[in-house]
């Protein structure tokens, strides 16, 4: 199988997520030679310097376990989303970036936030409300599935380490919700 042959397959399959997942591979491999100078573009809250971050934040990644930790659980959100919303999916995903990078730039300690994790608690959260307010038992069955796998990310929304963006967590999951709310009502 040729590169573009397993690109075709793997967007039929995958679908829009797997563009993002593929920009967030391609940053951290900058990043990497770089020697992570592109985490100066990160969110540094009520900064005009960090207000790019709220874009591109969720593409850079503090170290290579950082980037690891977020990798899979966007890849499957990212294939949740795809699959259930192909059509909606490039507008939902820039609703929760930007609902929650605006969120920590406002709100979020004086730091630098780095990572997914807040779209990917944004995904979680709208993902998860969208199947109990939708009324469609496939997004029902997919809101249980996600509740059981990642149940504990609940807890990331806590202050548990100075090293940890919580707030982008918490924001992440609040945009997520309220942007299912939305959609639904």
Known sequence: M???ELLTFALRHYGPGLWLVLAMITVELVNLLTLRRLNGLGIVPREAAGLPGILVSPLLHNDLRHFLANFLPLLVLCFALGRLMPLQFWWIIAALVAGTGVLVWLLARRCLHLGASGLIYGLFGFLTLQGFLGGHM??????IVLL?????LLWGVLPTTARTSWESHLFGLTT???LAWWKVF
């Open 176 to 178: 997520g919700l309220a």
């Open 138 to 143: 496939l997004y029902l069955v997919v809101s």
């Open 148 to 152: 059981v796998l990642y149940s504990g």
């Open 2 to 4: 040729t590169a573009t």
